[in-house]
T-cell receptor, first 119, second 112 residues
Framework: AQTVTQSQPEMSVQEAETVTLSCTYD???????LFWYKQPPSRQMILVIRQEAYKQQNATENRFSVNFQKAAKSFSLKISDSQLGDAAMYFCAYPTTLNYGGSQGNLIFGKGTKLSVKP | KAGVTQTPRYLIKTRGQQVTLSCSPI?????VSWYQQTPGQGLQFLFEYFSETQRNKGNFPGRFSGRQFSNSRSEMNVSTLELGDSALYLCASSWTANYGYTFGSGTRLTVV
């Protein structure tokens, strides 16, 4: 079964510091995508970063970067220079890409990590 | 470019009633999927529609249903509401799964 595990229910970081959120997943596929989503109190899920499994290079989006270890099935998110606006729930997600009949599959989410940023 | 629009934002219903939630995807996105978010179960996939056809379904009872219109707008319906249906219902649209899904702000349903 495809699963996504986030082992840190809560994390805290000082403003301007760096924090790493962990995620592991289980899949038998060789080519897939992984995502980190952010959900602030406004409730809207916002795509933070995506990683293509066939790419060796770790994805980076401004202050957000990932450490993707395919063999270990690990996909951690690093937030550098943390800002107060980074406080949110962070979800690691894996799409089941069915690709038949036009289906885009669905996302399997981890339980999430609540990140607090201290001023 | 408009985002994914969900209406209403909040709903309060009584047990036994039915409810319909609406989702308008990003223009050009033909795939619309629905998720239920609760503190206990987290985010769970309900169903996905593509070209007005349900392509994929999660493990939810038949009280949960949906449909998609020719303009890609989607509705989900929950009949015979139970207290446990209280949740945030999120809609997401995508062009292709590879580029991720764009979510709406959700509908907060409270069943009393």
């Amino acid at each position: 079964a495809q699963t996504v595990t986030q082992s840190q229910p809560e994390m805290s970081v000082q403003e301007a510091e760096t924090v790493t959120l962990s995620c592991t997943y289980d899949t038998s596929e060789s080519d897939y995508y992984l995502f980190w989503y952010k959900q602030p109190p406004s409730r809207q899920m916002i795509l933070v970063i995506r990683q293509e499994a066939y790419k060796q290079q770790n994805a980076t989006e401004n202050r957000f970067s990932v450490n993707f270890q395919k063999a270990a099935k690990s996909f951690s998110l690093k937030i550098s220079d943390s800002q107060l606006g980074d406080a949110a729930m962070y979800f690691c997600a894996y799409p089941t890409t069915l690709n038949y009949g036009g289906s885009q599959g669905n996302l399997i989410f981890g339980k999430g990590t609540k990140l607090s940023v201290k001023p | 470019k408009a985002g994914v629009t969900q209406t209403p934002r909040y709903l309060i219903k009584t047990r036994g009633q039915q409810v319909t939630l609406s989702c308008s995807p990003i223009s050009g996105h033909r795939s619309v999927s629905w998720y239920q978010q609760t503190p206990g179960q987290g985010l769970q996939f309900l169903f996905e529609y593509f070209s007005e056809t349900q392509r994929n379904k999660g493990n939810f009872p038949g009280r949960f249903s949906g449909r998609q219109f020719s303009n890609s707008r989607s509705e989900m319906n929950v009949s015979t509401l139970e207290l446990g249906d209280s949740a945030l219902y999120l809609c997401a649209s995508s062009w292709t799964a590879n580029y991720g899904y764009t979510f709406g702000s959700g509908t907060r349903l409270t069943v009393v």
